[in-house]
């Protein structure tokens, strides 16, 4: 068996040290949509982009994926362009660690898929796009110099795609890794308030998902927040003020969990005066799954809900911030349905840092009415309204409200920008016509 032929089941590291041995720093594969393949910028990989075209799970006609290999500390980095007919591919920076080469690109296509449905539903002229870069086990992450350079690289990579993507903040990655981001490329939001961006977009985010969650109760005819117990899964950047917004809504109880100790600690003495429930938790450990409450909130990373975790919720609603929630897209919502719990899609409620991004490129403005046009309930695709729609349909056809909304989304993603039309294609046509993956060594060297 050669080589190419096992590159899924590699580490990123070996397969690091694989592309290197073979020359290549930068490389694709792009959908080739006339002849439904997906075609490799080097002959050598192309069983990895055969795989990623037998791929029925996470693979859905991706316009193009690219990649690089860092010059001074073998991270692997890639930009994911799902789809581009309403703009720009836009998505955050994930900087996460990754078993194997498949775990690495299914986690990318997911994600820059989950980002089309996102942006089209909240009525967005975006399309989808996520960058994911695979941290090497061997550097110190939380090193500021290393992560300098990791990210302003990471920035050369995305203006050499010349506007087909747009980043922003994702999970790993932070507003100073952001200006560095910036540092190497106009194409990017979540710029710190300092440099004229809107920073960090957690508060918006947490706002939409309370949003998601009154909807729901309202639905169940459960009333209001006030007086239910919340679960939460994570207590990263969102979910903190989200529980600050719960305590504000006055809910009877918060129960939480993370898997670092320092975040639980400090979250319960911000809140030692609530009824805060917070405990440590293993990488793995889903056991907040089982908690009593109203709502299950996941707020930490996807495919959490799964054959193994949903027949232990007890909560009548679902409705949190992390992206891709079901493992399985179809059989988990349908488990879900069937189970009587009404799950709030993820890519419906956690839209607002997609929002607070797509204005930002228009310039940032404080207390922004667009802003608030996603958080009421009069304008046709605000939460609210859009929730109220997948749900009650939902229930009148007998079918799974992530079907529903998946179907909504994808109607409205293939809707052309009114202006540029499907630019984002033309892009990555001409990046493939003038070989964009063909920087020598030499060169490469020199820009050290």
């Known amino acids: 068996m050669s080589k190419a032929s096992n590159l899924p089941i590699m580490n990123p590291q070996k397969f690091i040290q694989f592309l290197k041995a073979e020359n290549i720093l930068r490389f694709y594969f792009v959908f080739d949509q006339q002849n439904n ?10 069983p990895l ?20 290999v860092t010059r001074k500390y073998d991270i692997l980095q890639g930009v994911f362009i799902h789809r581009t007919n309403r703009g720009q591919a836009a998505g955050g920076v994930r900087y996460w660690m990754y078993d194997t080469v498949e775990e690495y690109l299914r986690d990318g296509m ?59 903040e994702d999970v ?14 106009r194409f990017t939001t979540c710029i710190p308030l300092r440099l004229g961006g809107s920073g960090n977009p957690a508060v918006p985010t947490a706002r939409g998902v309370i949003s998601g969650m009154e ?20 207590i990263g950047h969102v ?29 319960r003495e911000q809140l030692n005066e609530r009824n805060f429930e917070a405990f440590i938790v293993r990488p793995g450990d889903m056991s ?35 992206n891709n929630q079901l493992q399985d897209s179809i059989r988990d919502d349908r488990a879900l349905y069937e189970r009587g719990i009404v799950y709030v899609p993820d890519f419906l409620t956690n839209r607002m840092g997609s929002v607070n991004s797509s204005n930002e490129q228009y310039g940032y403005v404080q207390n922004d009415p667009l802003i608030e046009m996603h958080l009421n309930k009069d304008w046709e695709y605000s939460i609210y309204r859009i929730a109220q729609k997948v749900l009650n349909e939902s229930k009148s056809t007998n079918t799974p409200p992530g079907k529903v909304a998946l179907a909504i989304a994808e109607k409205l993603s293939y809707e052309n920008h009114p202006i540029f039309g ?27």
């Open 172 to 185: 790993g990655t932070d507003v100073t890794d952001m200006a560095k981001i910036f540092m190497r490329t």
């Open 288 to 322: 907040i799954t089982q908690a009593e409450c109203d709502i299950f909130s996941p707020c930490a990373t996807g495919a959490i809900l799964n054959p193994e975790t949903i027949p232990n919720i007890k909560a009548r609603i679902v409705c949190g911030s992390a």
């Open 49 to 68: 982009a055969d795989f990623i075209h037998s791929d029925t799970r996470d693979f859905n006609q991706h316009e193009g994926l690219f990649f690089q």
């Open 422 to 448: 499907h630019r984002g294609r033309l892009i990555i046509d001409s990046l493939v016509s003038s070989k964009w993956y063909e920087l020598s060594l030499v060169d490469w060297r020199l820009s050290i």
């Open 215 to 234: 909807t729901a109760l309202e639905f169940l005819g459960m009333g209001n927040l006030k007086g239910k117990t919340v679960a939460v899964q994570g």
């Open 110 to 168: 997911r994600l820059a898929a989950g980002m089309t449905m996102k942006n089209a539903l909240a009525g967005l002229w975006w399309g989808g796009g996520k960058g994911v870069m695979a941290h090497n086990p061997l550097l110190d992450k939380n090193n500021p110099i290393i992560r300098a350079n990791i990210y302003q690289e990471f920035g050369e990579l995305v203006s050499s795609l010349r506007g087909c993507y747009v980043t922003a």
């Open 239 to 267: 979910a903190t003020p989200l529980i600050q917004y719960l305590f504000e809504k006055e809910v009877k109880k918060v129960i939480a969990c993370d898997i670092n100790p320092h975040v639980v600690k400090e979250v």
């Open 37 to 46: 393949t997906v075609r490799s910028s080097h002959k050598i990989l192309q």
